[in-house]
């Protein structure tokens, strides 16, 4: 059975100062440093601290439009350096470098701060003496801690091709590659050569099989056969591309089903795919591959799956003689087919979603200023040890979530700062028209025990 | 004052009056058709300041277009009947309380060749001059009417792309070009 679960959207932060203008997407750090980097119209990307919601540094100068999209390199070892990459308007990429005193970001807590409410917090200081003391201060100042620049980000090197706008930039999750998609139709892909810092930048390849702007690259992980690239496009499509052993990219697959823009995509994350894996022994999990999520201007959250292949012809036809090609094979064409559409949530373009690492669950955001929260459930089984059939169902929206704005970007994050309930724990972070970034906790709201008998009658349960 | 400045102005009052008590109501306070037996807190209104706001009606909308310039003659919109008030559609929240709730815009355009090479601009034209006079909560659609011109899907994909709208707004040529037809709607 279904266990009803439901959850509250609640306010932690806004992060401060705000942007006087359009922001439009917020990427936390992917290397576990309390960073958030926000890319702005204003021509910025300000870096945040997730640790008291206030303004750590900016990427000033380097752009001459709107910044459109921020995309932070994997560490392949910490070497005390934040790179980080921007696409912009003005039709080009920035590669921008700062050296961080990573210490100071991880410095083991000291203070523990538990905030009651009312902007009084309570601070527990923990002497050498190992004796607990405690004072409150009004936590109305702008958060002196971690926010001196001690140097700034440098404009390290300007990457040219494009033609027009850059919408979207992401480092392969390897660090290995950066991919940039335009309203030029195209996807490049470009490959850091030399030692880092040396800022030689290499185009492994130009993509151009998209028949209108290319809104949206997502990396999916080394599964054992390379890293491969899902492109999201005005040409309401998406496509999947990746590198031969000749480093040849090309696509190996067109999904085909929205009927508007396809703005957004995520890949599924291991979390997910173990949920509902076959229960044998949970060492026998073996990975599958992942499936993915895209958002559209049809107003539809689909996923997608990859269709087991056909078996290869092994007799020889008309068509295929069995006569071994002299040409290099191409990489196999997969096919993907929609195999879920999400509860219908929102009435305006969905611009973003996230699919939980943590949870498995998936959050959008849209035109129409709501966040919405789904989780897949199991439905049953539809015979007895046959596969667990699931269903996707919404588990909380929050509407207004930046006032009467849109909301152009959702993302998962962990939480740094002194109220989390724990280690680990998840936020998510919405960036809108408004400029503003807010960070927002998943309550769980308790449901009361419903006896087997009177559950089909759930919907006349009121709580008094 | 012009009309952008006088909607501005409007807006910020709005904001004040819904300031902090606004938002905690708009998080905690609007019940959620999905989750309705979940939600538990009661909803009370704090924003009575806005009744005093005049509202918007589709007469309005057409007046803050109709003198919009065709980018090619000195002719309003109005005048070479691209834009009619029967073709502004407002469709107002069932709520008007309701902070988060969103008013639709719609305006269809009435090309005056079918052919109209510049149906892009003066559409985007007329987005952008809502966009800039209405309050933050109107949502605008700008759409070539039904069978007036040869490559309306197109142009109505183009005008309902925020992001191309965003682009277009910093490109200086552009911009230009817009700035000329707004203009005797700052007269």
């Known amino acids: ?30 290397n576990g440093l309390p960073l958030i980097a926000t890319a702005t119209s204003d021509k910025t990307v300000r870096v945040y601290s997730l640790k008291n919601f206030t303004l750590h540094s900016t990427l000033e100068g380097g752009h001459s439009r709107s910044v459109r999209s921020v995309a932070w390199k994997p560490a392949v070892k910490h070497n005390g350096i934040l790179c980080v990459a921007t696409g912009s308007f003005d039709a080009t990429m920035g590669i921008w470098r700062r050296r961080e005193e990573i210490g ?10 538990e905030t009651t ?3 009084y917090v309570i601070e527990m200081e923990i002497t050498s003496a190992g004796q607990a003391k405690s004072h409150i201060r009004i936590n109305n100042d702008d958060g002196d801690e971690d926010n001196e620049d001690n140097e700034d980000w440098e404009f390290a090197i300007v990457l040219e091709g494009h033609d027009s706008e850059v919408k979207n930039v992401a480092y392969s999750p390897s660090g290995q590659w950066l991919a940039s998609c335009s309203r030029d139709k195209s996807i490049w892909i470009w490959e850091e050569i030399g030692d880092e810092g040396d800022d030689e930048f290499e185009t492994i390849a130009v993509l151009q099989e998209h ?5 949206c690259v997502c990396w999916r992980k080394d599964d054992g056969n390379g890293e491969v690239l899902a492109s999201a496009s005005y040409d309401d499509t998406i496509r999947f591309w990746k590198g031969d052993d000749e480093g040849e990219w090309s696509s190996i697959a067109t999904l085909e089903g929205h009927e508007g823009t396809v703005w957004s995509l995520d890949w599924e994350p291991e979390v997910s795919q173990k949920k509902f894996a076959p229960k044998k022994s949970p060492d026998d999990y073996r990975p599958q591959m992942p499936r993915l999520i895209s958002s559209s201007a049809d107003l539809s959250v689909r996923v997608w799956s990859i269709a087991p292949t056909p078996p290869p012809p092994n007799k020889p036809s008309y068509f295929n003689s069995g006569i071994p090609s002299t040409m290099r094979p191409g990489p196999t064409e997969e096919t993907w087919t929609c195999t879920a559409t999400l509860p219908k949530a929102h009435d305006l373009p969905i611009y973003s979603i996230g699919w939980s690492k943590k949870s498995g669950r998936v959050a959008s955001t849209a035109g129409d200023g709501k966040v919405v929260l789904y989780e897949e459930q199991t439905k049953g089984r539809t015979a007895v040890g046959g596969e667990i059939e699931r269903e996707w169902a919404i588990i909380g929206v929050l509407e207004g979530a930046h006032g009467p704005y849109e909301i152009n970007h959702v993302s998962w994050c962990t939480r740094f700062d002194a109220g989390k309930r724990e280690e680990g724990e998840e936020m998510l972070i919405t960036t809108g028209d408004d400029g503003v970034v807010r960070a927002w906790s998943i309550d769980e709201i ?15 349960i009121s709580i008094s | 004052m012009t009309d952008v400045e006088m909607c501005k102005a409007e807006t910020g009052i709005k904001d004040e009056s819904s300031g902090k008590h606004g938002i905690r109501d708009l998080l905690v306070g609007k019940p959620s058709y999905a989750l309705d037996p979940f939600y538990m807190s009661d909803f ?21 277009i109709a003198p919009i310039s065709d980018p090619e003659h000195p002719l309003s919109l109005e005048s070479l009947g691209v834009v009619k008030l029967q073709d502004v559609h407002l469709t107002s929240p069932p709520d008007p309380t309701n902070p988060a709730a969103l008013s639709r815009v719609l305006v269809e355009l009435t090309p005056t060749v079918t052919h109209c090479s510049l149906a892009t601009v003066i559409g985007l034209g007329v987005r952008v001059r809502l966009e800039q006079a209405l309050p933050p909560s109107y949502r605008v659609e ?9 490559q309306a899907d197109e142009v109505n994909k183009q005008l309902a792309d925020k992001e191309r709208v965003a682009a277009a707004l910093e490109n200086a040529n552009l911009m230009g070009i817009l700035k000329k037809m707004m203009k005797p709607c700052l007269d």
């Not at chain 1, 959850?7 to 006087?20: C, D, G, H, T």
């Not at chain 1, 100071?104 to 701060?113: F, G, N, S, V, W």
């Not at chain 1, 009361?448 to 559950?455: A, F, G, R, T």
């Not at chain 2, 700008?142 to 040869?150: E, L, N, P, R, S």
């Open chain 1, 1 to 30: 059975m279904t266990t009803p679960v439901a959850v509250q959207i609640l306010p932690i932060a806004e992060f401060k100062p705000i942007s006087s203008s359009r922001a439009w997407v917020s990427i936390p750090n992917p």
């Open chain 1, 104 to 113: 100071e970001l991880e410095e083991p807590e000291q203070i523990q701060a």
């Open chain 1, 117 to 119: 409410g009312d902007g």
């Open chain 1, 211 to 215: 028949t209108a702007d290319v809104k």
């Open chain 1, 446 to 460: 308790p449901i009361p025990e419903i006896e087997d008998e009177v559950s089909t009658g759930m919907n006349g």
């Open chain 2, 44 to 64: 009370s209104d704090t924003d009575s300041d806005d009744s005093t706001v005049e509202p918007i009606d589709e007469q309005e909308i057409y007046d803050l």
């Open chain 2, 142 to 150: 700008v759409k070539i009417k039904k069978d007036t011109h040869a």
